[in-house]
């Protein structure tokens, strides 16, 4: 029986007991009247004084009975008053809070929960652990604390939802009544998912930091020989017939290529200086979409829808022309036999989000991470470098770089930058 219960029954219990003394106490008049003592019985014929106590009985029973009442509708009063500041302290709690039975079921949900996992109270109420969570680290915790009545310390979950992955960190705890009798489990979660992502760009700058230190000692020494041997090159191309000429172009063009290469080495390596003014985003991506378009490969059917608001931001207007169309080309290089590139713009608080999809073939999730590495690639022609040179570009600018890719399905890249 739970505390709101008793305080209901109380009063109840409180007023019968009186009305027992009151039966009791007019009983023992009632046989003082009649005359039943020993001395007295059988003297006396008057019953008037009968009805009378009956109906003092009656009245007092009455006038107990709506005592009764008030002290119900006060007891009431509170239990709702009691629940309701109970509701009303869980559903201010900022942290996701779920409450499941014995049988693990979904007993409580409050609305941090509710905006967390994006669902409502309605459609999951009754639902197991195991149909909102699925097998993951989370139901497992529920579980054993359920069966082991011991609560978990804190664990973390990642949990796959159609925009990307929620990352939760939890922790659980036995759920008792008033006699300390384990009847459920406490669920308590918040969200890590932004904190996961600020981990990865920290970690990810952290590698191309050392990688552009590296390369840039690598492209020095580099850079020397490959001068060396381009001279001695134009002195062969001068004392040779035309086979040796054609022989000596071709070892200049591999060298042009070698000095690019190095080129863009010292380029990710150097750190950038940025040259801020007042550009028209609509304008810089629409001359970015124009250009990557003329470099693609002819012939292949390529369709673009374009939603770009009308706004300004403060950025380099160089660098960012060059990382917007890297980011393009990509997403036109990932269509080999055509699609769509959906290129989106526009205002999000204070900062300015740029969104450029494509319906190619998407990224494996094995390489989603390495994609901005230089040097890495999976295409056929390229070294790898636009990717890399794009995420230093935006990150210089205070922003971020977010990546969603399906095998077969495309992939999308979002542009988070500050609008200065």
């Known amino acids: ?20 003394l009151l039966i009791w106490g007019f009983a023992r008049r009632y046989r003082r009247e009649l005359g039943l003592a020993k001395k007295k019985r059988g003297k006396t014929t008057d019953t008037s004084f009968v009805i009378n106590a009956f109906h003092e009985v009656t009245k007092e029973l009455k006038e107990k009975e709506k005592e009764l009442e008030r002290l119900k509708a006060i007891a009431e009063q509170r239990a709702e008053t009691f629940e309701s500041y109970n509701e009303n302290i869980l559903q201010c709690v900022t942290s996701g809070v779920m409450t499941f039975d014995a049988e693990c079921r979904l007993t409580t949900i409050n609305r941090a929960a509710e905006e967390t996992l994006c669902v409502g109270k309605d459609e999951v109420a009754g639902k197991t652990c195991r149909e909102l969570f699925g097998d993951g680290e989370i139901t497992r915790a529920v579980r054993n604390t359920l069966e082991g009545h011991v609560p978990s310390a804190r664990l973390e979950d990642k949990l796959e939802r159609s925009g990307g992955g929620l990352w939760l960190g939890f922790n659980t705890a036995v759920l008792t009544d008033r006699q300390n009798a384990a009847i459920g489990v406490i669920l308590s979660f918040t969200d890590l998912t932004e904190v996961k992502r600020l981990q990865e760009q920290v970690e990810l700058r952290e590698r191309l930091t050392a990688l552009g230190e590296m390369s840039a000692g690598i492209a020095h020494e580099l850079r020397n020989p490959m001068a060396v041997i381009a001279g001695y090159l134009n002195l062969f191309s001068k004392k040779t017939d035309q086979a040796g000429q054609d022989v000596a172009r071709k070892i200049g063009d591999e060298i042009n290529g070698m000095n690019r290469i190095i080129g863009d080495l010292l380029t990710f390596a150097r750190p950038a200086s940025l040259n801020r003014v007042r550009v028209n985003v609509r304008e810089l991506l629409e001359g970015c ?23 300004e931001a403060s950025i380099d207007e160089v660098l960012m022309r060059q990382a917007f169309t890297n980011l393009i080309q990509n997403a036109l290089e990932a269509m080999p036999g055509g699609g769509t590139v959906f290129l989106e713009a526009g205002k999000k608080n204070r900062e300015l989000a740029v969104v450029i999809r494509d319906t190619g073939t998407g990224i494996p999730p094995a390489i989603v991470k390495k994609i901005f590495l230089p040097f890495y690639t999976t295409k056929d022609k390229g070294v790898g470098m636009g990717l890399a040179l794009a995420h230093k570009v935006i990150a210089s600018h205070g922003g971020r770089i977010e990546v969603l890719s399906k095998e077969g399905k495309g992939t999308t890249f979002t542009v988070i930058l500050p609008r200065g």
Do not use: N
Not at 1 to 20: D, E, H, K, N, Y
Not at 296 to 310: D, F, L, R
């Open 1 to 20: 029986m739970t505390g709101q219960s008793l305080l209901i029954l109380l009063p109840g219990i409180v007023a019968v007991f009186i009305a027992v």
């Open 289 to 311: 979409l124009a250009s990557a378009l003329q470099a693609a490969t002819a012939g292949k059917p390529v369709e673009t829808v374009v939603m770009i608001e009308e706004f």
